[in-house]
């Protein structure tokens, strides 16, 4: 009806449909209030609702326990690869489990604030698998353990969570946040950027343990940069991505119309099934995770071959499938199903690649 292709990104990524139809009915005039959200204080009476609910249908679906807060903070994931051990560095000493581009990010941006080691890696295969993370050499004094849940490049998934031998789990969950539940109490912080699974580019959402958000920090800490400023600020220190937070809401309530978290990882399993069992049979196209460790929401894969893989993607692409191209640091293709790709998006795309193999034999 839009002519809409099917959007395989990464990230920022597919939304939606009845999500954005609503935010398309609300642009002028947002119920009533005269104007656009983009357009309003975001210290309105209208805007703090749209905050609130926001916020309420996010504990609703995950079960956030009310010793959390849910902040919604500028800067995207990256900024927190910082902001974290900033912040949640007593003793000055992290341990970080190393599974992929993004938590190796993160690892060498802690590094910065101090004693910061990696206990484990799977870059000795580049990154297709997960290490064994029942007893890690996690440290006595750590503050924190540390691991990316689900790895958007590399395309692996934490199954189980790593024994922190008592130790403060952060997770970032970017690519994952929402595409199945959550028991958020067996973490610390649990944060991402939104535009993998949810919304728009241009907010973290952290949910924190209260006990975990200190006062006594480094006095040069930008205030930015400090949990209790948006903690005690109701994540409104300054001007918010409103619009980001609007939509997000919308997803959220969208979600939980449709039968919350459980019903999504049914679905999103039984999406994913549908493409690995073609990349299992194929006599063309390898997934390049061990089949343990898959990600149910991004899925690379190659042909063996640079030239194959590049025509594939232009295959695919005048096929009106979007965004397939894998990142450089693994090559061939990657498809993101998150939440809102539908699986008739999935279907359509094995069938296109069921083409191209029987016309390449
Ligand atoms: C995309 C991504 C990031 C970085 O997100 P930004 O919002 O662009 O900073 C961090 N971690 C993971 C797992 C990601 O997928």
Redesign the pocket.
């Known amino acids: 009806m839009y002519n809409r292709s099917y959007n395989f990104s ?2 920022p990524a597919t939304m939606p449909v009845p999500v954005l139809e609503e935010i398309r009915d609300e642009m002028l005039n947002y119920r009533g209030s005269g104007m656009c959200v983009m357009e309003m204080s975001h210290r309105s009476k209208v805007f703090q609702q749209i905050f609130d609910e926001a916020e309420a249908d996010l504990r609703k679906l995950m079960g956030i326990p009310d010793n959390y807060k849910v902040l919604f903070i500028q ?5 927190q690869f910082s902001m974290l051990p900033m912040n949640l560095m007593k003793n000055g000493v992290a341990d970080y489990i190393v599974t992929g581009a ?1 938590s190796k ?2 690892f060498k941006e802690a590094q910065k604030f101090g004693d910061v080691k990696c206990v484990a890696s799977s870059e000795d295969k580049n990154f297709s698998y997960l290490p064994d993370c029942s007893d890690l050499p996690i440290r006595e004094n750590a503050d924190y353990v540390y691991i ?1 849940e ?4 590399h395309g692996t998934t934490f199954q189980k969570l790593p024994n922190t031998k008592g130790k403060i789990l952060v997770s ?4 994952m946040f929402l595409s199945k539940p959550c028991n958020v109490s067996d973490y610390g912080v649990i944060y ?2 939104v ?2 699974n949810i919304g728009p ?1 241009g907010i ?1 959402i952290v949910i924190i343990r209260e006990d975990l958000i200190r006062e006594d920090l480094d006095p040069k800490t930008p205030v930015y940069m400090r949990y209790d400023t948006h903690a005690g600020a109701g994540s409104m220190y300054n001007t918010p991505n409103c619009w980001a937070i609007y939509v997000c809401g919308k997803v959220f309530r969208y979600l939980l119309n449709n039968g919350g978290l459980e019903a999504m990882a049914a679905y999103n399993e039984k999406k994913a099934k549908v493409l690995y069992d073609y990349l299992d049979s194929s006599k063309m196209f390898n997934g390049t995770v061990e089949k343990e460790f898959r990600s149910l929401m991004n899925v690379p894969f190659v042909t063996g071959s640079k030239d194959l893989d590049a025509e594939v993607v232009a295959y695919t692409k005048a096929a009106g499938f979007d965004n397939l191209k894998g990142h450089k640091s693994v090559g061939g293709l990657r498809a993101s199903i998150y939440n809102a790709m539908p699986i008739e998006g999935v279907e359509a795309l094995v069938e296109c690649l069921k083409k191209f193999e029987a016309e390449h034999k």
């Open positions: 990464a990230g800067g995207g994931a990256t900024l993004w990010k993160a990316c689900n790895e958007t490049i970032d969950q970017s690519s991402g950027g535009q993998k580019a973290s």
